[in-house]
């Protein structure tokens, strides 16, 4: 069973960092793709960043320059580093593990990890 560990949210004033993880375990197929979500309260779900499984990213145009996504492919992790935090960067975040295996695609997402910038 896929499980995803997210540690790392919190309150920050604005111009602040911090840095997220997500571990995930419990599959034996390969990852295709990490990627990190956020929802701002009565928003929808949307793209922060993602990593593939060789190296490449892309950001939101909102979070470029700002914050970095990276993974330790040995541990199955992904960060994202989040520097010159804004108030407009609210929001829960989660994580998104996708796998490939015997011919399928599957996704599966973190608990989520609550961000909050205060102004």
């Known amino acids: 069973q896929v499980q995803l560990v997210e540690s790392g949210g919190g309150l920050v004033q604005a111009g602040g960092s911090l840095r997220l993880s997500c571990a995930a375990s419990?599959?034996?197929?390969?990852?295709?793709?990490m990627a990190w979500y956020r929802q701002a309260p009565g928003k929808q779900r949307e793209l922060v960043a993602v990593?593939?499984?060789?190296?490449?990213?892309n950001y939101a145009d909102s979070v470029k320059g700002r914050f970095t996504i990276s993974r330790d492919g040995g541990k199955n992790t992904v960060y994202l580093q989040m520097n010159s935090l804004k108030p407009e960067d609210t929001g829960v975040h989660y994580c998104?593990?996708?796998?490939?295996?015997?011919?399928?695609?599957?996704?599966?997402w973190g608990q989520g990890t609550q961000v909050t910038v205060s102004s």
């Open positions: 990593i593939t499984s060789g190296g490449s990213t």
């Open positions: 998104k593990v996708t796998y490939s295996g015997r011919g399928t695609i599957d996704n599966y």
């Open positions: 419990g599959s034996g197929f390969s990852i295709v793709s």
